[in-house]
């Protein structure tokens, strides 16, 4: 079984940043694909970014140049950097893992952008 722990959300007013961390324990190797998703209030889950073992990255348009996905293979852990917030970023975002055909999701985190 593999746990998700997310971290890093918060209030935060609108242009400015924030970094979200997730690891996956116990420590498991090849973790194929590591990824953010958001849920706003009242809508459906999106996809955020996304982030394969071997870089590839998949990201929705509307975080495109705002927003870096990054991961450490060694300890397991995805990053999402988060630059230039919109309101319209407010939402939970939930940390993502698929691991041999298996995905995996942490609790979520709140992101707030207000002034």
């Known amino acids: 079984q593999v746990q998700i722990v997310e971290s890093g959300g918060g209030l935060v007013q609108p242009g400015g940043s924030l970094r979200l961390s997730c690891v996956a324990s116990p420590s498991v190797a090849c973790i194929a694909v590591m990824g953010w998703y958001r849920q706003a209030p009242g809508k459906q889950l999106e996809l955020v970014a996304t982030?394969?073992?071997?870089?590839?990255?998949n990201q929705t348009g509307s975080v495109k140049g705002r927003f870096i996905i990054s991961r450490n293979n060694d300890e397991n852990t995805v990053y999402l950097q988060m630059n230039r917030l919109k309101p319209e970023d407010t939402a939970v975002y939930f940390c993502?893992?698929?691991?041999?055909?298996?995905?995996?999701w942490g609790k979520g985190t709140q992101v707030t952008v207000s002034s």
């Open positions: 993502n893992v698929l691991k041999s055909g298996i995905t995996y």
């Open positions: 982030i394969t073992l071997g870089g590839r990255i």
